[in-house]
């Protein structure tokens, strides 16, 4: 049982100083915020006619979650909504300048998060990887499921 908690407490650990780094290697335009947002103006950047639905799927959240989100977005003055011509009905999202700066500024960030990190993970074996990779896609499955016992 000893590991186990010692383990658990290297997690949180883990976290707590990624949140770190985060907040010191990133530009000061993303501090206010939340991950979600970020990560709802990275989706709606990248696809292609983003609305609700798409952006849902992409963040495994709900669509009402993602509503909720794109108002606040709108408000912010970080994306706006727009329509196609062959298609009143159905809403699509776009980033305005503001938004494109935090797009960019994210876009950055995440590639010198993966090539500070990718320099730590060579130095161990693919066996290894495999290993913690496998106990890190079963324990977010495993929290994934407590996040849905939570929610209903």
Not at 31 to 52: K, Q
Not at 129 to 140: D, I
């Amino acid at each position: 049982m000893e590991q186990q908690e010692q383990l658990l407490k290297e997690i949180s650990l883990m976290l707590e100083r990624q949140d770190m780094l985060s907040k010191l290697t990133e530009s000061q335009c993303l501090d206010e915020y939340g991950y979600s947002e970020t990560h709802c103006i990275d989706y709606i950047g990248r696809l292609e006619l983003p609305n609700v639905t798409k952006v849902a799927e992409h963040m495994g959240m709900t669509r009402g979650a993602i509503s909720k989100m794109t108002k606040k977005l709108l408000a912010k003055g970080l994306i706006e909504k727009y329509t196609l011509e062959t298609n009143k009905k159905e809403v699509y999202f776009r980033l305005t300048d503001l938004g494109q700066l935090l797009f960019d500024e994210h876009a950055k960030r995440h590639k010198r998060w993966e090539k500070r990190d990718m320099e730590f993970l060579s130095r161990y074996s693919a066996d290894e990887v495999e290993t913690v990779y496998r106990f890190m896609r079963e324990f977010n499955v495993y929290l994934e499921k407590q996040i849905e016992t939570l929610a209903e």
